[in-house]
């Protein structure tokens, strides 16, 4: 059975490349970008490869060039793709030796029909390149290996670590849930309070009165006189005297009057 490598970024062109050729009998393998199908090769070894030729990062340009220079993916076929309104560069195709191009929406028969006679070319050649392989087709002759030095940056790690964690995600999902399960399982009921707390009132910051400047200083005053004590003045009364014609400076110098005859009788 012959494995197809299908170089996307979109996802509808992938359900669709995957759902035709699936029919037919192949085995699909679809990737979002250049660089995970270069990290996919070796695991995946491809008959034929459809690439797009316009997609972030690098194109399917030379995801062919990469796969013409390489010895070990000799046999390999290439298809370049391109959507009805994008730009495909014949130049550029026959450049990178490109096997054949096709427009993208895919068509079921267009598409079988660029597919099959590819993948039994690449077929043969796989056997041919394998030593002690029986058939009838001629071993193609050995020719000089072409150095490659491939070029590991980062966009090449985070395609590696992407599809470690494709793969890897399933087993994660299991034992997280597992692990959730078993403290769920074992994890006591914490009874429940006998009063609710009360809610905690919010507290406002305290109001801080700006300073104030102190206010003049007033003048002294003159101390009040003290209160006067009242004054007793005392009276003294005269009688008047008496005078009497007789008298000088109010001294009686009068001669005593003889006692009356009425006295003498008695």
């Known amino acids: 059975m012959s494995r197809i490598l299908l170089v996307d970024d979109s996802p509808h062109a992938q359900r669709m490349g995957e759902r035709i050729l699936s029919e037919e009998g192949y085995e699909v393998v679809t990737v979002s970008n250049a660089d995970s199908a270069l ?8 008959d034929v490869v459809l690439a797009d030729v316009v997609m972030p990062g690098r194109t399917g340009y030379e995801i062919c060039q ?7 993916h000799r046999h390999v076929r290439v298809i370049l793709i391109a959507g009805v309104m994008e730009t495909l560069d014949e130049a550029a195709a026959a ?8 427009r993208k929406p895919f068509e079921a028969s267009a598409l079988i029909a660029a597919v099959k006679p590819l993948a039994e070319a690449a077929a043969r050649d796989r056997a041919a390149l394998v030593p002690g392989e029986s058939g009838d087709a001629p071993r193609i ?3 000089a290996a072409v150095p490659f ?34 403290s769920l399982a074992t994890r006591k009921p914490e009874p429940a309070p006998a009063h609710p707390p009360a809610p905690a009132l919010a507290t406002r910051p305290a ?24 004054r007793i003045e005392t009276v003294r009364r005269v ?22 005859s009425e006295t003498e009788r008695e």
């Open 149 to 182: 030095v491939a070029v590991v940056d980062e966009e090449q790690v985070r395609a590696a670590v992407t599809v470690a964690l494709d793969a890897s995600m399933a087993v994660m999902v299991d034992e997280i849930a597992r692990r959730v399960l078993v």
């Open 239 to 260: 009688s008047p005297l008496r005078q009497r014609s007789g008298s000088i400076l109010g001294l009686d110098i009068s001669r005593p009057e003889p006692e009356s």
């Open 66 to 72: 990469y796969l013409k220079m390489s010895p070990r």
């Open 39 to 46: 990290i996919r090769l070796d695991d995946v070894d491809p």
């Open 95 to 102: 450049r990178v030796e490109a096997d054949s191009t096709l």
């Open 207 to 230: 109001f801080v009165h700006p300073p104030q400047a102190a206010p003049p200083a007033r003048p002294a005053s003159p101390a009040s006189p003290a209160p006067l004590e009242p």
């Open 141 to 143: 002759p050995a020719v």
